[in-house]
């Protein structure tokens, strides 16, 4: 596509329910990224793919987090069990390839809410 | 590891003003560097990048000059806008690390 598509773009969940939020990344776009965005915070990083491995799940908060993707296409973050603490803008980004001149495109976020 | 660090905010100015947003960054390796942007209810956007010590990015009227030897890439802009007010993150990849590495961001508002 032209872009980087999540969904939804919003999702409000009681506590203690699973999520699971969607990244359709740029068609040919071989490297994904997931990052987290608190509210007034930075981004933090959760997981990155190569491919449909993941090399780095170094950011990912608990167990209850998880991520997987389909070749070099849609990828899912599911929280299990959420938490209030896991409120945040959910960001996806993908990138031409791994490496360092290569720049992000990010859509434009999951926006969840715990209540 | 690598950090960034940037000035906190928000930075208010008046239209026609001249900003700055220091950003300051410790990497291993040779890194490159990058300010996105977020406009209000929109994603993050590039909006400039310098891959090697002394290169300027610039785009929109922004520049930022890559400093290797004070480890600096503060953005600069000659004259804002209403239209720049937006938060500004500036980050950071080296080819040791699989992810760019983003600062806390800088909330600027520019005003009539």
């Known amino acids: 596509g032209a872009g980087v598509s999540q969904s939804p773009s919003n999702k409000v969940t009681e506590k203690g329910k699973d999520v699971e939020l969607r990244c359709d990344p740029i068609s040919g776009h071989t490297a994904l990224y997931w990052y987290r965005q608190r509210l007034g915070q930075g981004l933090e990083f959760l997981i990155y793919?190569?491919?449909?491995?993941?090399?780095?799940k170094s950011g990912l908060p608990s167990d209850r987090f998880s991520a997987e993707r389909t070749g070099e296409s849609v990828s899912t973050l599911t929280i299990q069990r959420t938490q209030q603490e896991d409120s945040a803008v959910y960001l996806c980004a993908s990138s031409l390839d791994f490496g360092a001149n290569y720049g992000y495109t990010f859509g434009s976020g999951t926006r969840l809410t715990v209540v | 590891g690598n950090s960034v660090t940037q000035m906190e905010g928000p930075v208010t100015l008046s239209e026609e003003a001249f900003l700055t947003i220091n950003c300051t960054y410790t990497?291993?390796?040779?890194?490159?560097l990058f300010w996105y942007v977020q406009y209000p209810g929109e994603g993050l956007q590039l909006l400039l990048k310098a891959t090697k010590a002394d290169d300027k990015g610039s785009n929109k009227g922004f520049e930022a000059t890559y400093r290797k030897e004070t480890t600096s890439f503060h953005l600069e802009k000659g004259s804002v806008q209403v239209s720049d007010s937006a938060v500004y993150f500036c980050a950071l990849v080296t080819g040791t690390a699989s992810k760019l590495t983003f600062g806390t961001g800088t909330r600027l508002q520019v005003t009539l």
């Open positions: 793919f190569q491919g449909n491995s993941a090399p780095d």
């Open positions: 990497a291993t390796g040779y890194p490159s």
